[in-house]
């Protein structure tokens, strides 16, 4: 008899070797039941209405329809959480932006240890999708107009310091895409693996007034930029003179994550104190919960992404619930509120 507790999931790729090897190792974790495989979007939409599996794994490049073309056309009609399992591609933060939760990169060539890596991150960000929440993408993450509004400054604030995880990418685009280039300079840790920071850097970049790019030690953090931390490495604020330069650095995960929210924060607590404003966005886990503490402590303003808006509602709620956030706020809501709170 089937554990109804487990996670029913349906593997979608063009390749019958990784269909197989992802429906054999999927199947070796006690809480994951792969209902079904299918070679392309057709077969997975019926699929889909036979099995009504939990969980999608879509690979991104298939014949006949591309898995973002199928994305756009199912989250209308089927919700289903989507974890991505793409090649190193832009295409994936498509996917994203199409609907689905969170992404995996294939493995390259054949190395064990980088397969074993690779099934348990998917095992995890099945899991993690499973209790996320498919927002509607025109009522939760459309970009909206760009802040032009005058108020009062309520204090000389010299840096914004954010924390993301998953649904984190779409979060953060619709936020940075409202905000003039006249904010205090940005610095964002956004649970990503390595390539594909600098790959969403220079997205955002193109759709930003904000200039964006991956961070790299030395770097100085100004008014109108924002720095994305490189995905495997940790970052942090250091002061040099009257300026505020980033370093990053290998070391090890810290609440499972590198690079990690609290390091980020921790640092911008020590350094700017009451002259900093944190936010931490939607992501599973805690990371950052600490970090804002810290920062609040120090005297820096702190804002969470509230509950309905989250895709997973873990990182701001520890936050919440451990008194790191002054106020939570709806992410349509957010950039108007970072723009009311430093704009002179």
């Known amino acids: 008899m089937i554990n109804q507790r487990k996670l029913k999931v349906l593997i979608v790729d063009d390749s019958i070797v990784f269909r197989q090897m992802l429906a054999k190792r999927l199947s070796e974790d006690k809480g994951i039941e792969v209902v079904a495989t299918a070679s392309n979007p057709y077969e997975a939409r019926d699929k889909i209405l036979q099995y009504h599996p939990h969980v999608m794994t879509l690979d991104v490049e298939m014949p006949r329809m591309n898995g973002i073309e199928f994305l ?7 919700p289903i959480p989507t974890v991505v399992v793409s090649s190193v591609s832009e295409n994936v933060f498509n996917a994203l932006n199409a609907g689905a939760v969170d992404f995996v990169s294939k493995p390259q060539g054949v190395d064990p240890k980088a397969r074993e ?14 209790t996320a929440k498919i927002l509607n993408k025109n009522a939760s993450l459309e970009s909206g107009a760009v802040i032009t509004s005058q108020t009062r400054q309520k204090r000389d604030i010299k840096m914004i310091a954010i924390g993301a995880s998953t649904g984190g990418t779409e979060a953060l685009y ?14 964002i840790v956004q649970h990503m693996p390595p390539v594909f920071t ?28 924002a720095f994305i931390a490189p995905g495997g490495l940790h970052m942090k604020i250091k002061k040099a003179g009257t300026q505020f330069v980033i370093e990053c650095f290998k ?6 994550h590198c690079p990690s929210v609290d390091v980020l924060f921790h640092s911008v607590a020590d350094h700017l104190g009451d002259q900093a404003l944190g936010i931490i966005l939607t992501g ?14 120090k005297g820096s303003m702190t804002l969470g992404q509230d509950e309905k808006s989250c ?18 706020i709806p992410l349509n809501n957010m950039a108007e509120a970072i ?3 430093v704009t002179p």
């Open 72 to 78: 756009k056309k199912l989250m209308p009609q089927y």
């Open 117 to 130: 890596q690779f099934i348990n991150e998917l095992i995890l960000k099945i899991k993690i999708a499973s």
């Open 174 to 187: 619709n936020i940075l895409t409202k905000l003039p280039p006249t904010m205090p300079g940005i610095v």
């Open 198 to 225: 600098k790959m969403y850097a220079e997205r955002l970049n193109s759709a930003c007034l904000l200039e964006v790019k991956e961070a790299e030690t030395g770097d100085i953090v100004l008014p109108g930029k």
């Open 251 to 256: 070391g090890e995960k810290v609440n499972g």
């Open 284 to 297: 599973m886990g805690y990371d950052g919960a600490k970090g804002l503490l810290a920062m609040k402590k």
């Open 311 to 328: 895709v997973v509602y873990g990182m701001p709620k520890v936050a919440f619930n451990i008194g790191a956030v002054e106020k939570q």
């Open 339 to 341: 723009y009311k709170l």
